[in-house]
């Protein structure tokens, strides 16, 4: 391990950004509950949520469960 935090992202910006276009309103592709948690806290409406798929393979899968089982990320993991 390199001692790192799972993620270091921040998605601020991104809500700072949709704020000086004036967008407070969106519909948002993410598996990621963390996005959709920052834009709400930034008061932007997310109307809805649009998972991405996946392509499951024997090199990712575990990465995958492991964002699903540590993040609460909403992949389908049914091959």
């Known amino acids: ?22 967008i407070y309103s969106v519909n948002l592709i993410t598996n990621n509950p963390e996005k959709v ?5 930034h008061d932007i409406d997310v109307n809805d949520v649009i998972p991405t798929g996946v392509y499951i393979t024997k090199e990712n899968e575990e990465y995958l469960k492991s ?3 540590k993040k609460s ?5 049914d091959k």
Do not use: E, P, Q, W
């Open 73 to 77: 990320h909403t992949i389908n993991m």
């Open 37 to 41: 948690d920052c834009l709400l806290s």
């Open 1 to 22: 391990m390199l001692g790192y935090k799972d993620d270091l992202r921040s998605f601020d910006d991104a809500a700072l950004m949709l704020k000086s276009m004036d």
């Open 67 to 69: 964002k699903v089982n």
